[in-house]
């Protein structure tokens, strides 16, 4: 609780959507009725999920790769992403590179690296 208490809200809402699986990505929007089907955009055979957007959707690459260059093959670990403080501050940076949430969070950058 610490470690959220300090975090910029719109960090903290990330965070918790994503624990809870409930990211405004398609999946989830179809589910609760704001978007006709779950599928991906980029993987028209796939449904967008929270763990296809982290670790096998294409649009994610060259995010993905900067991740793994700074975790390794922590990159692919969901419990460290979401619980580690480095994890969920590289996660972060993920999710605002891939601009995928920008529309429903604006841009999460501004929080995450201080004097850029
Ligand atoms: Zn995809």
Redesign the pocket.
């Known amino acids: 609780m610490k470690l959220i208490s300090s975090f910029p809200r719109r960090k903290t809402a990330v965070l918790t959507q994503l624990r809870t699986r409930r990211l405004p990505l398609n999946r989830h929007l179809h589910r609760i009725g704001k978007r006709d089907a779950p599928q991906?955009?980029?993987?028209p055979d796939?449904d967008?999920t929270v763990r296809?957007?982290l670790f096998?959707?294409?649009?994610g690459g060259r995010a993905r790769q900067a991740l793994m260059c700074t975790l390794g093959r922590e990159a692919f670990s969901e419990a460290y992403l979401l619980k580690k403080p480095s994890g969920i501050n590289e996660v972060m940076k993920f999710v605002d590179q891939t601009g995928r949430l920008r529309s429903t969070f604006g841009s999460v950058r501004h929080t995450l690296y201080s004097g850029k």
Do not use: N
């Not at 991906?40 to 993987?43: F, G, I």
């Not at 096998?56 to 649009?59: E, G, H």
């Open positions: 991906c955009e980029y993987c796939r967008e296809h957007f096998t959707c294409p649009r």
